[in-house]
C-alpha cells in the first residue's frame, strides 16, 4: 500500500516558477515509477511527467518539454516537479501518481492500472 500526499501548489504569474512535491508512505517506494498528471476543468486527466522505477530517465509532454522538470530522492521517498516559464494553459488539479515496476515512457500508458495508486491533487492556478 502506498500514499500519496501532493504539496506546492498555489496562484502564480505567467512566467513565474513553481515546485510540486508528492511524498510517498509505504514500502518499496523505489520499486515504483512516478508521474505527474493534471486535469483542468472540463478536459481529460493528461500526462505530464514520468520517471522510471529503475533508474533516473524521464518522459514528458510535448507541451511541457523544457520547462518542467521531473525528479525523484528515493531516501525521502518523495517525486518532485519543478514548472518554470508557466502559462495560464498549465493552469489545473496536478496529481502525482505511483506504478508499480513502470518506466517513464509508460507512464501515460499505464495511468489507468487498477493497481496505481493516486494522490488527492493540488491546485496550480497561472493567472496575471
Known amino acids: 500500500q502506498v500514499q500519496l500526499v501532493e504539496s506546492g501548489g498555489g496562484l502564480v504569474q505567467p512566467g513565474d516558477s513553481l515546485r510540486l512535491s508528492c511524498a510517498a508512505s509505504?514500502?518499496?517506494?523505489?520499486?515504483?515509477?512516478l508521474g505527474w498528471f493534471r486535469q483542468a476543468p472540463g478536459k481529460e486527466r493528461e500526462f505530464v511527467a514520468g520517471?522510471?522505477?529503475?533508474?533516473?530517465?524521464?518522459h514528458y509532454a510535448d507541451s511541457v518539454k523544457g520547462r518542467f522538470t521531473i525528479s525523484r530522492v528515493n531516501a525521502k521517498n518523495t517525486v518532485y516537479l519543478q514548472m518554470n516559464s508557466l502559462k495560464p494553459e498549465d493552469t489545473a488539479v496536478y496529481y502525482c501518481?505511483?506504478?508499480?515496476?513502470?518506466?517513464?515512457?509508460?507512464?501515460?500508458?499505464?495511468?489507468?492500472?487498477?493497481?496505481?495508486?493516486w494522490g488527492q491533487g493540488t491546485q496550480v492556478t497561472v493567472s496575471s
Open positions: 520517471i522510471s522505477w529503475s533508474d533516473d530517465n524521464t
Open positions: 509505504g514500502r518499496a517506494f523505489r520499486h515504483y515509477g
Open positions: 501518481a505511483a506504478s508499480y515496476l513502470t518506466f517513464a515512457q509508460d507512464m501515460g500508458d499505464a495511468s489507468n492500472r487498477e493497481d496505481n495508486y
